[in-house]
C-alpha cells in the first residue's frame, strides 16, 4: 500500500506570497493532520480535517488554512507568507483520526517551506 | 508551556548496547503514547505505542515502559545499531479525536 505522499517536496517563496501544499494519504484514510516542525518548536499541530470537515485546529494564526476533499485529499495554504512560517511542513494520515487510542498516524515526507 | 518533555536533546550509544530515551509529560489526561523515529529529510517513522492500561509494551528490539505515577516513559533499543541513528519523538493524546502532542526530540547516535 503507498504511503502518504506531499507535494511539492521543497518549496521557496517570498515574504507576502501564499502557497499551497498538497497532501494525498494512504488508501482508506480518511483523516489527514498538518504539523510543522521548526528547530525551535519541534512538531506543532496546524488542523485536522476527516470527512471533509476540519475537526481539530491547532493554536496558529488565521493565514494557515486548510481543506479536504471527497477523495480524503488534502491541501493547505498559509497566505501573507513570514520569514518565521519557514519549515517542514508534515501530513499524517490516520483511518478514523484522532492519535490516541484508536489509530496510528502515519507521516509523509513532509514539504520544506523556505520563505525569504 | 511545553507538555511532552525530551530532556536530553542528545543520545549517543555504542553499537549492541542499550539505548534508553526519556520523555516526561505534564498532562494526566493522556492516555495513549507513541514513538516516532526522523530520518533527516524523511517524515517521522512510527515504531511503537502503548495504551495508559499497560506499563509494558515490546516489539522486537523496542519496548516502551510507561509509569503513569511519574508521568514519564522511556524507550529502549536493545541491541542498539548504526541503522538506529535518527531522531526520536515521543507523542501523547487523550482518547478519541485529539491530535498528537509532541516532544521536541532526541538524536540518537549509534557509534559502530
Known amino acids: 500500500k503507498a504511503g502518504v505522499t506531499q507535494t511539492p517536496r521543497y518549496l521557496i517563496k517570498t515574504r507576502g506570497q501564499q502557497v499551497t501544499l498538497s497532501c494525498s494519504p494512504i488508501s482508506g484514510h480518511r483523516s489527514v493532520s498538518w504539523y510543522q516542525q521548526t528547530p525551535g518548536q519541534g512538531l506543532q499541530f496546524l488542523f485536522e480535517?476527516?470527512?471533509?470537515?476540519?475537526?481539530n485546529k491547532g493554536n496558529f494564526p488565521g493565514r494557515f488554512s486548510g481543506r479536504q476533499f471527497s477523495n480524503s485529499r488534502s491541501e493547505m495554504n498559509v497566505s501573507t507568507l513570514e520569514l518565521g512560517d519557514s519549515a517542514l511542513y508534515l501530513c499524517?494520515?490516520?483511518?478514523?483520526?484522532?492519535?490516541?487510542?484508536?489509530?496510528?498516524?502515519?507521516f509523509g515526507p513532509g514539504t520544506r517551506l523556505t520563505v525569504l | 508551556d511545553q507538555q511532552v518533555k525530551q530532556n536530553s536533546p542528545s543520545l549517543s550509544v555504542q553499537e549492541g548496547r542499550i539505548s534508553i530515551l526519556n520523555c516526561d509529560y505534564t498532562?494526566?489526561?493522556?492516555?495513549?503514547f507513541l514513538w516516532y523515529k526522523k530520518y533527516p529529510a524523511e517524515g517521522p517513522t512510527f515504531l511503537i505505542s502503548?495504551?495508559?492500561?499497560?506499563d509494558k509494551n515490546e516489539d522486537g528490539r523496542f519496548t516502551v515502559f510507561l509509569n503513569k505515577s511519574a508521568k514519564h516513559l522511556s524507550l529502549h533499543i536493545v541491541p542498539s545499531q548504526p541503522g538506529d541513528s535518527a531522531v526520536y519523538f515521543c507523542a501523547a493524546s487523550f482518547s478519541g479525536n485529539t491530535p498528537l502532542v509532541f516532544g521536541k526530540g532526541t538524536r540518537l547516535s549509534v557509534i559502530a
Open positions: 499524517a494520515s490516520s483511518p478514523q483520526g484522532g492519535g490516541g487510542g484508536v489509530d496510528t498516524q502515519y
Open positions: 502503548i495504551s495508559s492500561i499497560k
Open positions: 480535517y476527516f470527512s471533509e470537515t476540519q475537526r
Open positions: 498532562n494526566s489526561m493522556f492516555d495513549y
